[in-house]
């Protein structure tokens, strides 16, 4: 393989190839900053102090949900789509959901996590609508477990001309 993504235009030639997305750093300023966002004060994730003493890692982790939201940027990268344009000939993309989410291991304060994807299907819904199904592994640089796994549901629309 030459490139490491794939487009709209070639992505049904690339189903079942593994993709793997740039390390993102996960430092307690992003998880502070995420905890703000949901309102969730729990100290195992935003008093490094706490964490350090009641913890039983030794120190804050990420929000699951963090790691979860942080697929996007991962999926964004190795799966390249317009995002500049007219929505009516060039659509974008929605998310649809997840089919399946498991947190394996925890993301700990100062660590990099990267994700491994595949695209597994492509079903066209009907006119302007087509469903993109990803397979992602978050690895946790490293660690053997993966920080989580899940199916991924993206949703492209093309709006036809009004």
Known sequence: MTEHFMTLENCRQHIGERFVSSWLQVNQDRITAFG???DDPDPHH???AFAAEHSPWGKTIAFGWLTTSLTTPMVYEVFRYRMDGDPVTYGYPASYGLNRLRFIA??????RIRGL???SDVDDKGPGRTVYTF??????????????????LLMWLKDSPK
């Open 117 to 119: 994807i595949e695209l």
């Open 135 to 152: 397979q992602i592994e978050v690895e946790i640089e490293g660690e053997s477990k993966p920080a989580l796994v899940a199916e991924d």
């Open 36 to 38: 703000e966002a949901i």
């Open 106 to 111: 925890p993301v700990l304060e100062g660590k």
């Open 46 to 48: 935003m008093d490094p």
